[in-house]
């Protein structure tokens, strides 16, 4: 799998300079396209793909879309296993288009979500198969997907068919996370409710998300040329959102998802001292000089369930209990 050199440029995009002959003493720099530009021609591709394709909704939908794990047995229906696939409409065709899905009462589901980047407002269209029935997913989250990214014109330029491979949505410091759009998709699903083993030996795994996501080129490698990928080239992925698990960028002992004090799925608003350093990247979350690690009083691991003065704010939140088990 391709997966860490792809997911690596996400943040290693930058200009680029391109030299000519040295016999010329002549050197071009390499200008980035406007991005609202750039948008507004990905949006036209986008659409236009939209419409012209079309996807195997029909063996989504001639089974249940989801298993019954209550029952003993459990009940599983084969879309479990369900995987998206595009297929361009011929003029003879009478099957529905990605887009004739947009907004649907029911799943399948063809949905817009705005996500604002870098000045521009994009509208990502998310297509949900299913939602999924587990946990949530969090962007500070590391998750296991299983996907395939490809081009409009079908060339598939990555793709992770195990669950082996866990990726962070979300790049902090040196570790790397997936481009915006891909993230913006993803979160919008849910994870596998359980998983059971079947007469091979083999994992499967039940009620996971499975949709896709059509990203313009300023939500994912914009001016970069990455693997197959052309600069400027809007990029799908087609996914089902297997496993959550909780990061700890800070190494605090509280989990990044958890930073998210007013949940509003993003970390970066939440700054308890007001030192600038979101409370995720923070290992002193209320600035009063004790590690959020050393403020968990019953060292169970766990400082968000210590509050020694019963105030109701736990001590790593509360700059005026200092107690420590630095020492102890
Ligand atoms: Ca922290
Ligand atoms: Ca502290
Ligand atoms: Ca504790
Ligand atoms: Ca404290």
């Known amino acids: 799998m391709k997966i860490t050199k792809l997911f690596l440029v996400t943040f290693a995009i930058g200009i680029i300079l391109v030299s000519c002959k040295k016999d010329d003493e002549f050197t071009t720099q390499f200008i980035e396209r406007d991005r609202q530009e750039v948008y507004n021609e990905n949006r036209v591709d986008i659409e236009a793909f939209l419409e012209s394709h079309t ?6 939908q001639e089974n249940l879309a989801y298993s019954d794990l209550s029952t003993s047995p459990p009940t599983i229906t084969p879309n479990d296993s ?3 696939e595009f297929t361009e409409l011929t003029e003879t065709s009478t099957d529905l288009s990605i887009m004739s899905f947009l907004n649907s009462a029911t799943y399948p589901k063809l949905e817009i979500d705005t996500v604002y980047q870098d000045g521009v407002d994009y509208e990502l269209y998310i297509l949900k198969v299913r939602e999924g029935l587990g946990d949530d997913v969090h962007r500070l989250d590391k998750a296991s997907v299983l996907y395939k990214g490809s081009l409009p014109d079908g060339t598939i330029f990555d793709s992770a068919v195990t669950v082996n491979t866990s990726f962070n949505l979300t790049a ?3 570790q790397a996370g997936v481009i915006t759009g891909f993230r913006e998709g993803l979160v ?30 300023g939500l994912g490698y914009f001016s970069s040329t990455v693997n197959e990928i052309p600069s400027y080239s809007p990029v799908f992925f087609r996914f089902r959102v297997i496993t959550r698990s909780n990061t700890d960028f800070d190494l605090d002992g509280v989990p990044s998802h958890l930073e998210d004090l007013e949940g509003d799925g993003y970390g970066f608003s939440d700054d308890t001292d007001g030192d600038g350093l979101p409370n995720f990247i923070d290992n002193d979350d209320d600035g009063d000089g004790v590690l959020t690690r050393y403020e ?21 939140l509360d700059a005026t ?5 630095e020492n102890n």
């Open 188 to 217: 919008k699903f849910k994870a596998s409710e359980g998983f059971t083993d079947n007469a091979s030996g083999e994992t499967v795994y039940h009620n996971h998300g499975i949709g896709a996501v059509f990203v313009p080129s």
């Open 296 to 316: 968990d009083i019953n060292e169970d691991g766990d400082p968000t369930n210590d509050d020694t003065n019963a105030n109701g704010t736990p001590n790593y």
């Open 321 to 325: 209990s200092t107690e420590s088990i």
């Open 172 to 174: 902090v410091g040196a």
């Open 82 to 84: 369900y995987k998206i």
């Open 55 to 60: 996807f195997n909704y029909a063996e989504f």
